[in-house]
């Protein structure tokens, strides 16, 4: 005999979609932005033990990169200077034409296109050379972490954008 109340089974009976199991207290979620910091770390963790369980350090690699970057820098603001000017600095204004007026020849659109000349991973200056043999009319290299360059960039451990 079924009483109201109860289903065929004898059970007490629920609203359709209501849990069997009653639930007394909230359920805790941790945040969403706790816990993708949490993942990063995580990750990050990971990565950093990866990088020196591979074989060591990869510094020579990131400093290849800066080199890159800086390479890239300097050359978009010789071409924003190019466009500015109508000309590209002469070899004597070089670097600096970015961040100081010209003393000889300043152009009548000059601009302060960077605070300070970058110098490469090694503490070592980047040079620049003015010449159409040069994609842009343009180079520039750095002499890599010996210091010295024999060839105006063109030794084995020189950088140069001619050689990318």
Known sequence: MLFKGMDTSGEPSRPRGESPVPVTKK????????AILLAFGVISFALWLLRFSAGGCACSGSRVQRVQQDFSSLRSAIEFYRQTNGELPSQS???????????????????????????????QPYFYLRDDRYPGGFGIYSVGKDGVSRSAGNDKGDYATWRQ
Not at 27 to 34: H, K
Not at 104 to 118: E, F, R, S, V
């Open 93 to 123: 204004q070089g670097f600096q034409a970015l961040v100081d007026r010209p003393v000889d020849g300043a152009p009548k659109n000059w601009t302060k296109l960077m605070t300070d000349i970058p110098r490469n991973p090694w503490n």
């Open 27 to 34: 359920a805790r979620m941790v945040p969403v932005p706790v």
